[in-house]
């Protein structure tokens, strides 16, 4: 942890704002993060999710139980590099350093197979939900041709030119406004019951034949929910009675969701109205991402 500061203080040091964030962030984990975990709703511990290659044969069993069955897949990695390169990442220095962040194969790997399981062409209005100005709506735009639209909770809440802004459950778009959405690493970060609106929202604001992926979905063996308890404000936020919290320092957000089967039935796939949905398992994440996070995603597509 403390090595981590150091190289953040370095390369801060010409940048005062970000200086502010990085001094923010150590004395809120070094001196808050104690007092905010015991502060905190039982079940919690201050433990990591650790997974194993039957964790996931156990997820898709359950999940075939249930009815909803799971498609495994491999990623072609020479496809993958393929993307990337034509996504050219390093336009882009303000995000992961143009490429070059321990993050990148993670984030890229997300904007890949999203790209790929929508299949994203010229025809398309494509909303990248959650953006955090990420530069994928343009990526994507010149890569598949689509007229793309970045959402966020953080914009002002209209649809200014191609900036939408608002809660992802309550979009202030017209009803069939676009034909494709995707979401990176985000919808875990949805609190309260902003997964199962947006899940809802979908399917007003896609047009006939559209689809949404969210990639990567989180699942486990039983419902949790992660947070850093030093980035928490002193309110708390809600948190779900049955969830288990799992606290770690340094995650650095407030609410990362993880279902677990019957959670992700009654959260999500009940409320999916008369869309299809398809769930994916991808086998060989690892071999493209160390950290491997990117092992399930969701396909849903209105009728």
Excluded at 11 to 16: A, D, G, M
Excluded at 237 to 247: G, R
Aim: hydrophobic share 35%.
């Amino acid at each position: 942890m403390a090595g981590t500061f150091f190289i953040n203080l370095r390369n801060t040091l010409f940048k005062p704002q970000k200086l502010w964030y990085v001094l923010l962030r150590w004395y809120k984990t070094n001196f808050l993060w104690q007092r905010r975990f015991n502060s905190l709703r039982e079940p919690k511990v201050s433990a990591e999710i650790i997974d194993t290659p039957e964790t996931y044969t156990r997820i898709i069993s359950d999940l075939g139980a249930a009815g909803i069955p799971v498609k495994t897949v491999s990623i072609d990695k020479d496809e993958y590099e393929r993307y990337c390169a034509a996504a050219r990442y390093r336009r882009f220095p303000e995000y992961l350093k143009g490429g070059r962040t321990p993050e990148f194969p993670k984030k890229s790997l997300e904007h890949f197979l999203a790209a790929k399981l929508l299949g994203l062409n010229a025809h398309d209005r494509y909303i990248d939900v959650a953006n955090n100005n990420s530069p994928v709506p343009e990526m994507y735009s010149e890569l598949y041709g689509c007229t793309s639209y970045r959402q966020d909770l953080a914009f002002e809440s209209a649809l200014t030119d191609h900036v939408i802004g608002g809660n992802a459950d309550n979009m202030p778009v017209a009803n069939d406004f676009a034909s494709a959405m995707a979401l990176h690493c985000s919808f875990e970060h949805f609190e309260g019951g902003s997964d199962t609106g947006f899940i809802r929202e979908a399917q007003r604001v896609l047009s006939p034949g559209g689809r949404v992926v969210i990639v990567p979905l989180y699942l486990f063996t039983h419902y949790a929910v992660i947070t850093d308890p030093s980035v928490l404000p002193k309110e708390g936020i809600f948190f779900e009675p049955d969830a288990t919290l799992h606290c770690l320092k340094g995650y650095g957000n407030r609410h990362g969701r993880i279902y677990d089967v019957p959670h992700f039935v009654n959260r999500i796939y009940h409320h999916r109205g008369q869309m299809n949905m398809q769930l994916f398992y991808f086998e060989n994440t690892m071999d493209i991402d160390p950290s491997g996070c990117v092992r399930f995603a969701a396909l849903l597509q209105k009728p």
